[in-house]
């Protein structure tokens, strides 16, 4: 399969003699949903921010055989969605509408297709109710929904979410996992919640300490207990609680059979 991003020797530092990313080599594939987990400060977050130009370091970062430089960055966004792990970074108009066309009033689009594109994605989404209410005074789970909205709606052929499940219910957590699986594009997900990666990536990547130390299908990774408590990612003792603790299945009977 083709790939729609390749990554070769990143290197990036925010200040002279700190090294945040080592030497990233990666390929991503068009159609794939490709996690990318680590511990907090592995540098994930500032690894995605290299896909779009937001940041740009030494090396090469190529989005559907673009260069991503300060020059190609308006192009390459058009490309590639950013869905932030906060979204009150990302809402800031008066109506939930309007934060979902705004980027596409910014990009010159015509008001009637404006109000199609959005009416269409406000459906989609289940956020029809919503429109005309403030982002701000709507749930953390319907904020995230409307994030999302707002980078859809620009039509990317990459999305790419920031710690999509943080803070979330399970509910809310269920609803984003459905509409992940339901797009039709390349999806990259940034996250610590290991087990929810594992479960709708089909490859991953193991980040630490500014390096990709491990690449490869999801079910490969869920079985590598040393590199996973190496990197403090293990999720074992979650299943053991889960079996054992709350008065489940003895252990091989109930989920700890990942």
Known sequence: ???????????????????????????????????????????????????????????????????????????????????????????????????????????????????????????????????????HHVSFGEKKRISLASVLVMEPRVLCFDEPFANLDYSSIFNIIKEIKRLDMTRIIVSQDILLVLSICDRVAVMNKGEVIRTAPAEIIARERTLLKETGLDYQPYLDIINKGCGGPPRGQGISHL
């Not at 080592?22 to 159609?31: E, F, P, Q, S, V």
């Not at 977050?45 to 370091?57: I, K, P, R, V, Y």
């Not at 090396?59 to 906060?86: A, L």
């Not at 309007?98 to 596409?104: K, P």
């Open 1 to 135: 399969m083709e790939s729609i991003i390749t990554i070769k020797e990143l290197n990036f530092s925010y200040s002279p003699g700190k090294q945040v990313l080592k030497n990233i080599d990666l390929n991503i594939k068009k159609g794939e949903t490709f996690g990318i987990i680590g511990p907090t400060g592995a540098g994930k977050s500032t690894l995605l921010l290299h896909l779009n130009g937001l940041l740009t370091g030494e090396g090469e970062v190529r989005v559907d055989n673009i260069p991503v430089t300060k020059k190609t960055g308006p192009e390459v966004r058009e490309k590639v969605g950013m869905v932030f792990q906060n979204p009150d970074n990302q809402l800031f108009c008066p109506t939930v509408f309007e934060d979902i066309a705004f980027g596409l009033y910014n990009s010159g689009f015509k008001k009637e297709e404006v109000k199609t594109r959005v009416e269409k994605m406000l459906k989609k989404l289940q956020l029809t109710e919503l429109k005309n209410l403030s982002s």
